[in-house]
């Protein structure tokens, strides 16, 4: 992408409506506009990222086995008056009416509408079990929308939702789920701590929350200090994560006597990405979800429901991974993987060899940002710093005439001139 025909548009001053690291960055870096409170116009760049995140979030539902499918935003009062959740789920969600005096309502979460879908186009025990998921915006009038896109009113969520034959079927999906998240949040470069959660009004009794440290973080948890030495990769990871104390602050009130010495116990500030619940047939009996038993007898599926915070996560990535100079992206979720930085453009040398070096990026398949714009080096060098694009590959005029570029990594800020055969072959 050649900058100078881009939609970029970067902040010089820090935006004094923003509170914390990551929604000052997003706006600076011209990654997001706040439209209305707590709604947001995802930018080109921000975009990139979004997508970027439910990439990954997607490959590993898959790999978990999970299906995909697209629920709409806009549901039905009925739907919700069915599971009785309609009255109770309270001033969080945004109601309407249709031209049709027909009461609506954006959805807020989708366990309804799945418990409907699946009530009635699956019969028999033979098309259980199932875990099936979607990528959907959706909206919580939250009271105090803030820190931008980590609390926003729409937000992007991942949703999955398992149907199960009986109560050990439903342990054995959400521990693949839980390991799905483990990988998930592993391969965006993040760590994520595991707690147990309070269920809340999704109901339940059994329920995991993943976050990233941050202090910033809404979420006070505490744990043993052992479970920094998990390794998340491991096939064991799960039934380790889960023996080790680790809670969120509401459910660690609840414990009398806390297992773990005082000197181990850590309390730590966290950032919510993803929230993991198994609740038995609290939808399922209350929506009359029932299918055929191998027995022939009516079998009531137990279901669980599975949120990750996809648009949450870009904010809380960059609470994680910045520095003085702006964002530093892990390399799966980067906008694009290399920043091209003409350091003297209309100087005929270099925008030849420029030019060609972004073409020769291209057909590499190699996601560039190509700055070409007529503009001082400086101004571009601090521009790509605060994007955060992973590498930087500068051709300025000395290099030129010596047949070499620098490549800068913009994590750990080491330069190295090489050829550009060299630098190819490196970013490919
Ligand atoms: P929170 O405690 O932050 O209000 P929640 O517990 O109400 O979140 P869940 O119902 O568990 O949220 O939804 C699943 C995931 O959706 C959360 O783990 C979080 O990552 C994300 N999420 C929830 N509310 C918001 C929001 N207002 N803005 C952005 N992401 C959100
Ligand atoms: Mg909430
Ligand atoms: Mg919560
Ligand atoms: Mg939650």
Redesign the pocket.
């Known amino acids: 992408m050649r900058l100078s025909r881009y939609f970029l548009p970067l902040l010089k001053e820090t935006p004094t409506d923003a509170q914390i690291v990551s929604h000052q960055l997003m706006l600076r870096a011209g990654l997001v506009r706040q439209t209305s409170a707590g709604i947001y116009a995802w930018l080109p760049v921000g975009l990139r990222v979004l997508d970027k995140i439910a990439d990954v979030v997607r490959r590993e539902q898959d790999r978990a086995g999970a299906i995909e499918l697209l629920m709409p935003t806009i549901q039905s009062a009925d739907l919700w008056r069915q599971s009785g959740r309609y009255d109770a789920y309270g001033p969080e969600m945004l109601r309407f009416k249709d031209r049709h005096e027909r009461e609506m309502l954006y959805g807020p979460t989708n366990e309804e509408m799945i418990t409907a879908l699946f009530r009635d186009s699956v019969r028999s025990y033979r098309d259980l079990p199932r875990t099936l998921y979607h990528i959907q915006w959706k909206f919580r009038d939250e009271v105090r929308p803030r820190f931008g896109v980590m609390r926003g009113r729409e937000f992007l969520m991942k949703d999955a939702y398992s149907f199960d034959l009986d109560e050990a079927g439903g342990k054995v999906s959400y521990n693949a789920m839980f390991e799905a998240y483990l990988r998930t949040f592993a391969a965006m470069g993040l760590k994520a701590v595991p707690v147990r959660?309070p269920t809340?009004p999704?109901g339940g009794d059994m329920?995991h929350?993943f976050h990233i440290l941050a202090e910033t973080g809404e979420s006070e948890i505490f744990y043993d200090s052992a479970i920094e030495d998990v390794d998340v990769t491991d096939p064991e990871a799960v039934s380790k994560l889960s023996s080790i104390y680790a809670m969120e602050a509401e459910e660690h009130e609840k414990v009398t006597n806390c297992p773990v010495p005082a000197e181990r116990l850590l309390s730590r500030r966290g950032i919510?990405v993803?929230?993991i619940?198994f609740f038995g047939t609290k939808y399922s009996a209350a929506m009359g979800l029932s299918v055929q038993g191998q027995d022939g007898k009516p079998v009531t599926p137990q279901m669980g429901s599975y949120?990750v915070g996809v648009s949450r996560l870009v904010g809380a990535v960059i609470e994680a991974c910045h520095d003085e100079d702006g964002i530093i992206w892990p390399e799966a979720i980067a906008p694009f993987k290399v920043g091209l930085i003409n350091l003297r453009s209309g100087d005929a040398a270099c925008d030849v060899a420029a030019d060609d070096l972004y073409a020769k990026l291209q057909r590499a398949g190699i996601e560039t940002l190509y700055d070409d714009r007529d503009e001082r080096g400086g101004a571009k060098f601090a521009g790509m710093d605060l994007i955060g694009i992973p590498w930087q590959l500068v051709v300025g005029p000395k290099g030129v005439s010596a047949g070499v570029v620098e490549l800068k990594h913009r994590k750990t800020g080491e330069r190295h001139e090489l050829s550009v055969e060299a630098a190819l072959e490196k970013l490919a």
Do not use: L, Q
């Open positions: 959660a809340g999704i329920s929350e919510e993803g929230h619940f949120g």
